[in-house]
């Protein structure tokens, strides 16, 4: 679509399941138009279609206005990430929308401010001593992919400068870097992902 003044004008919906909160967002020309964020172990199912409606409603459209979706794709809890996917394919094909698949650790990484001489560690505690781990550089650009790894292996692959760490596993992995006398901060941004984010 074209706004007046002739530029292209993209209405997105987000939204994120995978993890442990449920979001979604209404995206357009002035930045956000809607948002709702529930920290949430469960219940993604019975709770995404009406904060889908929610927020477009709050936006002032509905999907026949959205342009695209967007959607983590994980890493996230196997019935969080079915129950995101599934609700996003469903919709994109009976829009015939183009649909956007987002990391959670891009997600999770994307709203930190780190120092030009830092890097971003997103992690995400995956217990017994792993995490899910994705590192980027200042300008959020990825310096690998995600993976899943003990978290001394993620400390050892930062081990070479200052890190901004950010998730439910940064604690544990500043821990780590820290012990390998690494300087590691932790970010004050979420540690969930956020649909504004994707």
Same mark, same amino acid.
């Given at each position: 679509?074209? #706004?007046?003044?002739?530029? #292209? ?7 994120? @399941?995978?993890?442990?909160?449920? #979001? ?16 949430? @172990? ?11 409606? /929610? ?35 469903g919709l994109a094909l009976a829009r015939s929308l183009p649909l956007v698949g987002v990391t959670t650790l891009e997600a999770l990484a ?33 310096? @690998? ?9 993620? /400390? ?43």
């Amino acid at each position: 679509r074209s #706004s007046d003044d002739g530029a #292209s004008v993209l209405t997105l919906l987000a939204f994120d @399941t995978a993890q442990g909160a449920l #979001s979604a967002a209404v995206l357009g020309r002035q930045g956000v138009l809607a948002h709702r964020f529930e920290l949430r @172990t469960r219940g993604h199912a019975e709770n995404l279609m009406p904060m889908l409606e /929610a927020v477009m409603a709050e936006a002032g459209v509905t999907f026949a206005d959205l342009d695209a979706l967007a959607v983590t794709v994980g890493p996230g809890t196997f019935t969080g990430l079915r129950v995101g996917l599934a609700a996003a394919r469903g919709l994109a094909l009976a829009r015939s929308l183009p649909l956007v698949g987002v990391t959670t650790l891009e997600a999770l990484a994307a709203p930190v401010r780190a120092e030009p001489d830092e890097r971003i560690a997103a992690a995400f505690d995956a217990k017994r001593g792993e995490i899910y781990f994705q590192a980027f550089d200042a300008n959020h650009e990825a310096l @690998t992919e995600p993976m899943l790894v003990a978290v001394e292996d993620a /400390a050892d692959r930062l081990a070479d400068g200052n890190v901004m760490c950010v998730g439910t596993g940064a604690a544990l992995l500043a821990e780590a870097l820290a012990s390998k006398g690494v300087q590691a901060r932790l970010s004050d941004a979420p540690a969930q992902p956020d649909a504004c984010s994707i």
